[in-house]
């Protein structure tokens, strides 16, 4: 087909769509939801909400959500446009360092805001997760909990508006945790830690590197496995998440565990995601999440989403992000020639879960085999979240080949709309039928 027949029958296509979208407008929609006093019952319009409620200005609170920027976005986010229980938000780390004897250890941590609390004005739950996994063990020290206690603030040495400190405490199980970000320096600090010292704990300073951070997405916004209906929001961000990722920090510090303490440096992956995610109509309510870091530099990001109850994956939802040692980023979204094939499964007594330890990998960049250094990497909260999350070596073309790099992967397969200790409010449709223009009156 030459281009003036391809041009003749791409503009017949878009004037028969318009024409099917004219009638369908005309049409009364017979299973449009009304609106129910967005975001929850009795706390007031959208148009209403441009102040705190119960938290302090270390928190992004402007609504309607605008286009995200940095630094300002690095804050955990609040007001009324999440007051719902479907918001989600995470600062989630996720890496491999070394001491000064080269012993290697994979960590991850991050503290995890959900849902909102009529009561207090602030999240419904804060949980935190720290987890230290010496390579030559085998084996994790984990903690993972609700932090009821959560208090915002600038840090005393602040240089900028967009520094924050979020301090986070479990009296009643001996933690804290602290939380810092310097705008000037690009300066992360974590500090988790537990009366107990045997308990996993860390100490530590991150700072940021190329390629900086980077959307996840071409868009920076990722459709969070919705249902088939299309009814994402972008105005409420149903179903929708911001997504931006840093995935080379090298930190140093200290690490501790089983009684021991430890120098290391090495380098973290951040992951910054919120959005009103939760959502009960939710159809693609699994996941599994992979970073890559190839032994040649390249740092590769993918999820593929998975159906329950059989979890088999969604291929047409697929999507990656390649960054290549030079910095240039490369997307595909969606992807369906990346796929992920277990070959092991891995089970813990009283959960039903079946999680995947081992697996091949099949890319646009090659083939390689993924191979657990961490079988039991199975996560279980008092909250009720349950997850696979541990470090593999990335071995070339099968489970034969020499390794290439190392990856962090997570499984989830959290019921619908997440947690049901996690949904506080009263239920509410913050999909498409929302009219964009806010809420109108009956």
């Given at each position: 087909?030459?281009?003036?027949?391809?041009?003749?029958?791409?503009?017949?296509?878009?004037?028969?769509?318009?024409?099917?979208?004219?009638?369908?407008?005309?049409?009364?929609?017979?299973n449009?939801?009304?609106?129910?006093?967005?975001?929850?019952?009795?706390?007031?319009?959208?148009?209403?909400?441009?102040r705190?409620?119960?938290?302090?200005?270390?928190?992004?609170?402007t609504?309607?959500?605008?286009?995200?920027?940095?630094?300002?976005?690095?804050?955990?986010?609040?007001?009324?446009?999440?007051?719902?229980?479907?918001?989600?938000?995470?600062?989630?780390?996720s890496?491999?360092?070394?001491?000064?004897?080269?012993?290697?250890?994979?960590?991850?941590?991050?503290?995890?805001?959900?849902?909102?609390?009529?009561?207090?004005?602030?999240?419904?739950?804060?949980?935190?997760?720290?987890?230290?996994?010496?390579?030559?063990?085998?084996?994790?020290?984990?903690?993972?909990?609700?932090?009821?206690?959560?208090?915002?603030?600038?840090?005393q040495?602040?240089?900028?508006?967009?520094?924050?400190?979020?301090?986070?405490?479990?009296?009643?199980?001996?933690?804290?945790?602290?939380?810092?970000?310097?705008a000037?320096?690009?300066?992360?600090?974590?500090?988790?830690?537990?009366?107990?010292?045997?308990?996993?704990?860390?100490?530590?300073?991150?700072?940021?590197?190329?390629?900086?951070?980077?959307?996840?997405?071409?868009?920076?916004?990722?459709?969070?496995?919705?249902?088939?209906?299309?009814?994402?929001?972008?105005?409420?961000?149903?179903?929708?998440?911001?997504?931006?990722?840093?995935?080379?920090?090298?930190?140093?510090?200290?690490?501790?565990?089983?009684?021991?303490?430890?120098?290391?440096?090495?380098?973290?992956?951040?992951?910054?995601?919120?959005?009103?995610?939760?959502?009960?109509?939710?159809?693609?309510?699994?996941?599994?999440?992979?970073?890559?870091?190839?032994?040649?530099?390249?740092?590769?990001?993918?999820?593929?989403?998975?159906?329950?109850?059989?979890?088999?994956?969604?291929?047409?939802?697929?999507?990656?992000?390649?960054?290549?040692?030079?910095?240039?980023?490369?997307?595909?979204?969606?992807?369906?020639?990346?796929?992920?094939?277990?070959?092991?499964?891995?089970?813990?007594?009283?959960?039903?879960?079946?999680?995947?330890?081992?697996?091949?990998?099949?890319?646009?960049?090659?083939?390689?085999?993924?191979?657990?250094?961490?079988?039991?990497?199975?996560?279980?909260?008092?909250?009720?979240?349950?997850?696979?999350?541990?470090?593999?070596?990335?071995?070339?073309?099968?489970?034969?080949?020499?390794?290439?790099?190392?990856?962090?992967?997570?499984?989830?397969?959290?019921?619908?709309g997440?947690?049901?200790?996690?949904?506080?409010?009263?239920?509410?449709?913050?999909?498409?039928?929302?009219?964009?223009?806010?809420v109108?009156k009956?």
């Amino acid at each position: 087909m030459d281009r003036r027949s391809f041009m003749t029958s791409g503009a017949l296509t878009v004037a028969a769509s318009a024409a099917s979208v004219s009638a369908a407008a005309a049409a009364p929609n017979r299973n449009a939801i009304a609106a129910t006093g967005f975001p929850a019952t009795n706390l007031g319009s959208v148009r209403d909400s441009l102040r705190p409620l119960a938290l302090s200005d270390e928190l992004v609170v402007t609504t309607p959500q605008p286009v995200y920027v940095l630094p300002r976005d690095h804050k955990f986010h609040s007001g009324q446009f999440y007051a719902a229980n479907h918001f989600w938000e995470w600062h989630y780390f996720s890496g491999f360092c070394k001491d000064a004897a080269g012993n290697e250890y994979a960590m991850f941590f991050g503290t995890d805001p959900v849902g909102y609390d009529p009561k207090t004005g602030g999240f419904a739950f804060l949980p935190a997760v720290i987890s230290i996994s010496p390579i030559k063990e085998g084996k994790k020290y984990y903690y993972f909990n609700n932090f009821p206690e959560f208090k915002p603030s600038r840090p005393q040495d602040s240089t900028s508006p967009a520094d924050f400190q979020y301090d986070l405490r479990n009296d009643e199980a001996g933690w804290t945790v602290d939380e810092r970000y310097y705008a000037d320096q690009e300066r992360w600090v974590f500090r988790m830690k537990s009366r107990n010292p045997m308990d996993p704990w860390c100490d530590l300073d991150i700072r940021l590197a190329a390629p900086g951070y980077i959307p996840r997405t071409p868009t920076g916004i990722e459709e969070e496995g919705f249902g088939e209906d299309g009814r994402y929001n972008p105005q409420t961000m149903d179903g929708l998440s911001y997504y931006y990722i840093a995935p080379n920090m090298p930190f140093s510090g200290k690490i501790g565990f089983d009684g021991k303490t430890v120098d290391v440096t090495g380098s973290v992956w951040l992951e910054h995601q919120w959005g009103n995610i939760k959502n009960l109509n939710q159809e693609n309510c699994g996941w599994r999440w992979f970073s890559f870091r190839f032994n040649d530099g390249r740092m590769l990001a993918f999820r593929h989403w998975v159906i329950p109850p059989d979890n088999m994956p969604v291929h047409e939802r697929n999507h990656y992000c390649m960054v290549h040692p030079g910095g240039r980023i490369e997307y595909g979204f969606p992807n369906r020639e990346m796929r992920f094939t277990p070959t092991r499964s891995w089970t813990v007594p009283g959960i039903d879960y079946q999680w995947n330890p081992e697996g091949l990998m099949e890319t646009p960049f090659g083939n390689f085999f993924l191979k657990s250094l961490v079988d039991d990497s199975v996560f279980v909260s008092k909250t009720g979240m349950t997850f696979w999350e541990g470090p593999m070596a990335m071995l070339e073309n099968d489970s034969s080949g020499k390794q290439i790099g190392m990856a962090y992967v997570e499984q989830y397969f959290q019921p619908r709309g997440g947690p049901t200790r996690m949904r506080t409010l009263p239920e509410q449709d913050l999909a498409r039928e929302l009219p964009m223009g806010g809420v109108f009156k009956k």
